[in-house]
């Protein structure tokens, strides 16, 4: 574990140095011990691949204190047991106006679509933390075959249910959002709403799969 | 219920209060005033809760009707505020007697100002607050900005308000500065000492396209030593990340939550209030501290805004 100053009033602290699976677990662990025996001085705690970002009072507490409380706290951390992950099935209808730059996508690496489609739903992904937006999940690790670099323009608006994919992530946009990820298709499943509990459809540490979908079936679910 | 009529909405008119802090693992980020300072002292003259909602205006203002009467306090940029061709004074509360607008102008100084009015402005609360987030179109009116022909409900009076008066020197200590104090950043390592230096001797301009996200930085370019891929993560509140041309970008109030551009600076606690009342084309310059003296600077301004005996004549 490394401790590092972020602000005046926030402390990062590293469980790892990398994107991987025990990194992460790390941050879970410590996450779920905060949530379930919260500390009176800390503001928001924002977790990502192998860190947590700790916002405190800091009329209350200063760095030093920070760091000597989540030192304890990561020490009970490491020996409580974590919750069997949720799986989740995500359907997603690929390709034409759906998924605008799946044909991009398969050309970059010299594949056909069906290709990057087959790569896209063979994997199981690992919900690593929400960011970006309410309900923003970094799925990963997306196949080496498709990794592909975000767009040098981001698109001003990207509808809803909108399945991108930048670097080794992918990810649902919940909202029309601007956005950089290139879409290869999308959900008719609302991924956020603020009148159902819990709000977003999927939570860190979820496994979360994808299953092609028809363009009918997209419309027929979108109805229902 | 009493109510608030838009007429005109100004540029950006969004209702917010202290922000919904807490919720990063949905991925939300706090959102609230961009000037908390102006927003708690606009609502401590009219005796309501330090983080009553009211109307953010940005760069200009709007024309309100109040049907019922209020009372409103204003706060924050001198935006010209006048009833019936009568100016308004800010930081003091008024009765507006029924059936009269409001008619706020653009600013004069600053790129905020705050309509607070006595009671509070009430809309559905989201994750505990009325903020509007506007990416995400939560929270405050419907999640967007005002529109003309918006009702607002607004708070009744259960009582006669005192008429609050700040002491001298209140506002000359809480005046929002263009000189930015910050702490180093998690990744100011990752620039050279040069890159540095040019941190807080340069001069930087505010950028046409900033906003309650971000603001961006135009003037001298800031780029890391190497251009080391970064594994992303949280973002603090008024991080100054720096992009791979160079360009550096204040995070404020709507920011994203997460993050994988290197960190050079963060601006102070005390400081984010000035952040909300920048306007584009401004110039700024920014000045390092020590985590220490950014405390006690904190611990300073908390125990002013604390206190009634310090902040009321």
């Known amino acids: ?224 | 219920m009493s109510s608030l009529v838009v007429e005109t909405p100004g540029l950006l008119t969004t209702v917010q209060d202290f922000g919904r802090e807490g919720f990063g693992v949905l991925g939300v980020s706090a959102s609230g005033a961009a000037d908390a300072v102006a927003l708690q002292i606009g609502n401590l003259l009219l005796e309501n809760g330090a983080g009553t909602p009211a109307l953010e205006m940005t760069l200009t203002g709007g024309t309100f009707l109040f049907p019922d009467g209020a009372v409103i306090c204003l706060a924050g940029g001198n935006f010209g505020a006048q009833v019936d061709g009568k100016a308004l004074e800010l930081w003091r509360s008024h009765a507006i007697l029924p059936g009269k607008r409001v008619v706020i102008g653009a600013t004069r100084d600053f790129a905020r100002c705050y309509l607070c009015v006595a009671g509070g402005i009430g809309v559905a609360e989201f994750l505990g607050s009325a903020s509007t987030h506007l990416l995400s179109g939560l929270g405050g009116c419907q999640g967007r900005a005002l529109r003309k022909g918006d009702v607002l409900p607004i708070g009744r009076l259960e009582r006669n308000i005192r008429r609050r008066k700040l002491r001298a020197g209140v506002l000359e200590e809480l005046k929002p500065e263009k000189t930015l104090r910050v702490t180093r950043g998690p990744q100011s390592d990752w620039f050279p000492e040069e890159a540095r230096r040019i941190l807080v001797s340069g001069e930087f301009v505010v950028s046409e396209e900033s906003n309650r996200m971000g603001l961006r930085l135009d003037g001298p370019r800031l780029a890391a030593r190497e251009n080391k891929e970064m594994i992303s993560e949280g973002t603090p509140l008024g991080a100054i990340q720096v992009t791979p041309s160079g360009q550096a970008i204040i995070l404020f109030v709507e920011q994203q939550t997460t993050g994988g551009y290197p960190k050079i600076a963060n601006v102070i606690g005390v400081d984010l209030h000035c952040v909300g009342q920048l306007r584009p084309r401004d110039t700024i310059r920014f000045e390092e501290v020590s985590l220490a003296e950014a405390r006690a600077l904190w611990i300073k301004q908390q125990k002013l805004l604390s206190s009634e005996e310090r902040l009321f004549a």
């Open chain 1, 1 to 224: 574990m490394r401790f590092q100053a972020a602000s005046d009033q926030a402390l990062l602290v590293y469980l790892g140095e990398e994107i991987g699976a025990a990194a992460h677990e790390g941050v879970v662990r410590l996450l779920r011990l905060l949530q379930r025996e919260p500390i009176t001085w800390i503001r928001n705690i924002q977790p990502a691949y192998c860190s947590l970002l700790i916002t405190f009072d800091a009329a209350a507490a200063d760095h030093a204190e920070v760091q000597a409380k989540i030192t304890a706290y990561e020490k009970r951390a490491e020996t409580l047991p974590v919750a069997k992950a949720r799986l989740l099935e995500v359907p997603v209808c690929y390709g034409g106006e759906f998924g605008p730059d799946l044909e991009d996508v398969a050309a970059q690496h010299g594949l056909q679509a069906e290709k990057v489609v087959e790569l896209h739903i063979a994997r199981t992904y690992h919900a690593y933390f929400l960011g970006f937006a309410p309900g923003f999940a970094y799925l990963g690790d997306l196949a080496e075959e498709i990794t592909t670099s975000r767009l040098e323009t981001p698109r001003k608006e990207v509808a809803a249910g909108s399945v991108g994919i930048a670097g080794r992530q992918t990810a649902v946009y919940p909202f029309a959002t601007p956005g950089g990820w290139r879409l290869i298709g999308r959900t008719p499943l609302e991924i956020f709403r603020k009148d159902r509990e819990p709000m977003g459809l999927i939570a860190i540490g979820d496994q979360v799969k994808f299953r092609p979908i028809t363009r009918a079936e997209f419309l027929a679910m979108r109805r229902s």
